[in-house]
């Protein structure tokens, strides 16, 4: 039985590393939502290409319907994303939800770069945070994901912490979020009903050691 993966944002650079992990392999089968279809036909060959708004619930329904898991990568509304993308999945009896958030939403984060972290994200952090919140109320097996700072490094190299630890670290590579994605779509009891942070070891400091 192949894995029936759904992946929302699949245009965004960390998805576009996860769907390089996973388009080769014989046991998932990819399904690539996007609001523009024409940055993803490079994998028309190897992924079903789905053109649509997630904020639109029949586009969004239409999308889930029969998915085994949910991979969201989204920017903008990310509250009503959250809210939608949860009342979807119940609807259609899908329970498997990665969702990519940010460093720094439970002040989780320690020291000098804590407070960088807050002042430079601010209004991000809350948007972010409420979006969690929404995800975490619900009765979905969901793994909440905060990625350090990112880079474009093509390295894969990464540690986690789980919520209720401080965060480690300052940055981490798009190419080992997208790893991690992929490991959580091959192994979905991983990391399950978890919020789960994501860091490049040793790369503690007061900011991003890239800035």
């Known amino acids: 039985m192949k894995k029936k993966v759904l992946v929302l944002g699949a245009a965004g650079a960390i998805a576009q590393h996860a769907i390089e992990f996973l388009k080769d392999k014989k046991d998932i089968e990819l399904t690539l939502f996007a609001r523009n279809a024409k940055r993803l036909t490079k994998y028309e060959s190897v992924a079903h290409i789905i053109e649509g708004d997630v904020l639109n ?67 991000y952090l809350v948007e972010y945070r409420k979006a969690a919140d929404v995800i975490e109320a619900s009765t979905l097996d969901y793994t909440v994901v905060r990625p350090a700072w990112l880079t474009n490094k093509d390295e894969v190299e990464y540690e986690l912490t789980h919520k209720g630890e401080s965060f480690k670290g300052t940055e981490v590579s798009r190419k080992s ?35």
């Open 57 to 123: 619930e029949s586009q969004l329904d239409a999308a889930v319907k029969g998915k085994d898991i949910v991979y969201a990568n989204l920017a903008g509304k990310v509250i009503d994303m959250a809210k939608l993308i949860v009342k979807v999945m119940n609807q259609n009896n899908v329970k498997r939800l990665i969702f990519i958030s940010s460093i720094g939403i439970y002040d989780e984060v320690p020291g000098a770069f804590g407070k960088w972290n807050n002042e430079t994200l601010g209004n």
């Open 177 to 211: 979020i997208g790893a991690y994605v992929a490991d959580l779509v091959e192994h979905p009891q991983k990391d399950v009903r978890d919020s789960i942070g994501v860091n490049k070891p040793n790369t503690d400091g007061n900011k991003p050691a890239f800035m």
